[in-house]
């Protein structure tokens, strides 16, 4: 419905809704941290949209690369990187005059994009590659590019899977502090660990097939890696770098999230319609919530306070709250045409 709503998580209400205008498709949206803006990208448009949070005008709108679609704020809410996914690029935006102060060329299908905690180098998942580029957010320049699994040392023998349809990196993962990303490669099945201060590969680690992209425990102890490949999750210990743990899922996972201080975690299974709960101070499944059947779940975001989780779901239309504490699903009916994403300001936020 080229849109984005506001829903109050205090009632589970709809507030507003801020219209994009047509052939928009907005993939996802996102606050800056003083939570004044709101940045929509429209995807099928090339454009990025700008609004204003308490007025809900639409301040600019400019245009960037071929299908933007994931992107990241810098902590002080001054600078937008927009993964400009079919076109090779990232947009820097310059979020104090609202205008686009960079192209940066050098990617295979951009997808996430992480800044580090001083806002100084900014972190790119090549997901047509088998390797993360890293920006220096002073010049705008792509100053390395750091190779991520084993896949591309194999791809001569096997070129038919290898270099039809790449399946690389989705997200770089930092751990709260920064000081190192977790990068899981699709094809090769494995997660580089990268030192940010020297911005090299410290350790591999062996997951399971196809994994997607790793998500951190709230204290950063933990990284969760689905693996999509075999319909598993491994656990990763951050002190050593081991996988501690293997979590039976669903397929087609799409997120996985944090309650009550990340002592339970949600898993999005969009094939099976339902959510995996664990418990992780034991690292085992307690129970599956089944939200509907033959429906398409999509992402999910956590409130900052660690109680709820809103989830979407794009072929319902609907949003579904989950309380952290009694894993009971309320239902937000009719928020708009096929809900992709949410962001909750000062959330842990996500998307494909």
Not at 72 to 96: C, H, M, Q, R, W
Not at 210 to 216: D, G, I, L, Q
Request: charged share 20%; glycine share 10%.
């Amino acid at each position: 419905s080229n849109d984005v709503v506001a829903i109050d998580t205090r009632t589970n209400q709809f507030i507003t809704r801020f219209v994009c205008g047509p052939w928009c498709n907005p993939h996802m949206s996102m606050l800056t941290h003083d939570g004044k803006k709101l940045l929509v990208p429209g995807t099928k448009r090339n454009e990025l949209m700008i609004f204003d949070v308490a007025t809900g005008e639409l301040t600019a709108s400019l245009a960037v690369g071929m299908s933007p679609e994931h992107f990241d704020v810098s902590p002080d809410s001054k600078l937008a990187y927009i993964a400009n996914f079919e076109g090779g690029t990232i947009s820097a935006i310059d979020l104090t005059r609202n205008v686009e102060v960079a192209r940066i060329e050098g990617f295979s299908e951009p997808h996430g994009v992480s800044f580090l905690p001083d806002g100084s180098k900014a972190y790119i998942a090549n997901f047509g590659a088998h390797e993360v580029g890293v920006v220096d957010t002073k010049t705008h320049q792509l100053i390395k590019r750091i190779a991520v699994g084993s896949a591309y040392k194999v791809a001569a023998l096997n070129p038919d899977r290898y270099l039809t349809e790449i399946k690389g990196i989705a997200n770089v993962t930092l751990t709260p502090d920064g000081r190192f990303g977790y990068a899981a490669d699709g094809d090769s099945g494995e997660v580089a660990v990268i030192d940010t201060a020297t911005d090299n590969v410290v350790t591999t680690i062996l997951v399971g097939k196809e994994p997607w992209r790793a998500y951190s425990s709230p204290d950063g102890r933990f990284m969760l890696v689905p693996n999509n490949g075999e319909g598993t999750i491994s656990v990763i210990s951050t002190e050593s770098n081991k996988v501690v743990a293997a979590l039976r899922c669903g397929g087609g996972m799409t997120g996985v999230n944090f309650v009550n201080g990340g002592k339970k975690a949600y898993a999005i299974s969009s094939e099976e319609g339902a959510v995996y709960v664990y418990d992780m101070t034991g690292f085992k499944e307690s129970k599956r919530l089944k939200i509907g059947s033959q429906i398409q779940l999509e992402t999910a975001s956590t409130t900052p306070d660690g109680s709820k989780v809103y989830l979407t779901c794009s072929t319902t239309n609907s949003v579904y709250a989950i309380d952290g504490s009694t894993d009971k699903v309320s239902t937000i009916p009719n928020v708009g045409q096929s809900p992709w994403a949410v962001t909750i300001l000062g959330g842990y936020n996500y998307c494909h």
